[in-house]
């Protein structure tokens, strides 16, 4: 039986959770492949390897420098890497790759996003470009392109005491994801095949590597999505949500202006934004804690009038997430650059109403006044338009709202594109085509 080695950005929640250790909700497609492979059975022995910034103490290994341990049939394998700093390269990666390489001796190598150093070592260490495989998720070099959003220059410039201290300031943070992009440009060159949804995705990768083979495989969303349905009666009226707020690329300024142009209109409107909160002022120390970016939001809540119309959930496990996505009346993208939002292919299988800037390739995931609105991105004003037709439109002949009309549409859109068993086939036909001429 073949061996296929995954290279991870988390801990996969399954393992974390046979471990009793934390884990995180990022990447939630990931979980919903790897659940399906078990599942399934598949036809080819799995290794997982994924990120740790320390060992926990009494974490079991097979003896051996490049031991794992067995976690319901896989193999898995940590490496340290420091994740605050994943624009830093440590050649010590190499070193351990390259002790798991001799250990597991897999057929293929499986690389699921190229925005972390260790996709660099993986690809430096294995050598074997016809035997890497690279899954994109976005584009680090892109993202830096375009990172302070149309943020004011004096924003731009602006250094908080918290940002002095991590050496995190906005220019510090697009300095790093040029390094980013630097690495990913590498990985890109160095693997053979590529994975991809979007034509922006592809057309991205093809100025990297014109030599690797494109391959389309659409991703498959954490198994909580697929039950639950949007219902317009049972929402929150006027009430959006967003996925991300806590830096400029994700657009929550947009959404502030375009707020305040709906507020007249809608009174009672309200913004949930899931993550980190950037916004939070009310201990001394949770001042010190303020960002540039953030700071930068609180000057907005208030020229906009916007107290008490924002608030900050925290990170939301995928239960909590599923009920922040029902409750509210539409889901907004206002990123200026995506590549596929894992966030939008969930609230479309959940029904939910979603408006996204048209950028990258999420024009590929929404169909503008089909499955979803689309705006230019970066402009708030448009925005606020966008809110507002798809509140305000006239019922159609059937008496439904363009609200509830997209919400049918993306419902049928998003269960074709993520559909787990079609997806599962489509990489084991890429698996097959990887390993087909492969010599013991």
């Not at 926990?56 to 490496?79: N, S, T």
Request: proline share 5%; with cysteine.
């Amino acid at each position: 039986m073949k061996k296929v080695l995954w290279i991870c950005n988390i801990m996969l929640p399954a393992v974390a959770r046979e471990l009793n250790l934390p884990y995180s909700n990022r990447e939630g497609w990931l979980s919903g492949i790897f659940e399906r492979v078990l599942q399934a059975k598949a036809p080819f022995e799995l290794g997982v390897c994924f990120p740790l910034e320390r060992m926990p103490e009494g974490l079991g290994q097979d003896g051996g420098k490049g031991a794992g341990f067995w976690i319901k049939g896989v193999k898995c394998y940590p490496f340290a890497e420091d994740l605050g700093h994943p624009e830093k390269y440590e050649e010590s990666l190499e070193e351990r790759f390259q002790e798991i390489f001799e250990d597991y001796k897999p057929h293929m190598v499986h690389i699921f996003g190229t925005e972390f150093p260790h996709a660099l070592a993986a690809v430096r260490a294995f050598g074997k470009p016809r035997r890497t495989l690279v899954g994109i998720q976005g584009l680090c070099g892109e993202i830096a392109k375009v990172y302070m959003a149309g943020l004011p220059e004096r924003v731009r410039r602006r250094v908080t005491f918290r940002d002095l201290i991590r050496q995190d300031s906005l220019r510090q943070q697009q300095e790093k994801f040029i390094l980013r992009g630097k690495h990913e440009a590498e990985v890109i060159k160095g693997c053979g095949y590529v994975t991809g949804r979007t034509g922006f995705d592809r057309e991205g990768t093809a100025k990297l590597n014109p030599k690797a083979k494109y391959l389309t495989m659409n991703e498959t969303m954490r198994q909580e999505f697929y039950s639950g349905s949007w219902e317009l009666e049972s929402c929150e009226k006027h009430s959006l949500f967003l996925g991300q707020g806590d830096y400029p690329l994700k657009g929550m300024h947009f959404v502030l202006e375009a707020m305040e142009r709906l507020l007249p209109d809608y009174p009672d409107l309200k913004l949930y934004v899931a993550g980190n909160s950037v916004i939070e002022k009310g201990t001394w120390k949770q001042r010190l804690k303020l960002s540039g970016y953030g700071k930068y939001l609180l000057e907005l809540i208030s020229r906009y009038h916007l107290e008490g119309k924002v608030v900050m959930t925290g990170k939301l496990s995928a239960l909590q997430m599923k009920e922040r996505f029902l409750a509210c009346h539409t889901f907004l993208c206002p990123s200026v650059l995506e590549n596929s939002p894992n966030t939008v292919g969930e609230a479309m299988l959940l029904g939910v109403p979603v408006a996204a800037s048209a950028a990258g390739g999420i024009p590929d995931m929404v169909r503008d006044g089909q499955s979803g609105l689309l705006f230019p991105a970066g402009d708030g004003k448009a925005l606020a338009e966008t809110i507002s037709r798809m509140w305000d439109e006239e019922k159609d002949r059937e008496g439904l709202t363009l609200a509830q009309r997209l919400s049918r549409q993306a419902v049928l859109s998003a269960s074709i594109a993520h559909d787990g068993e079609t997806n599962y086939l489509r990489l084991l036909e890429i698996y097959r085509e990887i390993l087909q001429d492969f010599e013991e």
